[in-house]
């Protein structure tokens, strides 16, 4: 496993980490929790200023750039599948043509 491997890793798992509702509620309650607890206002401003944005930010985008090469490996691979099949099809389609044995089909 190389060093791009494990960024990716990281990246990736980061990201989905990130992209939860979970993760949503800890934000809001880091937001809101300087209302109830006013002494913690500095440390909450320094998470959201230097740690989310200066870390989380970067990582989500590493994140979705790698996510998003995923998705389109998975694409190309459906595609080639895809067309394989079709070819198959068009062959099974001109050979039951050819066949003559359905009168009901136009002829080509």
């Known amino acids: 496993m190389t060093l791009d491997d494990v ?3 990281i990246a ?3 990201t989905k980490a990130v ?3 979970w993760c949503v509620y800890i934000f809001a309650f880091l937001t809101v929790s300087p209302i109830f607890f006013p002494s913690i ?3 909450v401003q320094y998470v959201s200023s230097a740690f989310l944005q200066l870390i989380f ?3 989500i985008m590493v994140g979705q750039s790698v996510l998003g090469k995923e998705g389109e490996l998975r694409a190309q691979q459906d595609h080639e599948v895809l067309l394989a099949e079709f070819k198959e ?3 099974l389609h001109h050979e039951v043509r050819s066949q ?3 009168p009901h089909l136009p002829p080509e």
Request: one cysteine or more; proline letters at 10%; glycine letters at 4%.
């Open 57 to 59: 930010l970067p990582l």
């Open 100 to 102: 003559k044995k359905c």
């Open 12 to 14: 990736a798992r980061a």
């Open 41 to 43: 206002s500095p440390i």
């Open 89 to 91: 099809l068009k062959e």
């Open 7 to 9: 960024n990716n890793w």
């Open 19 to 21: 992209g939860t509702m």
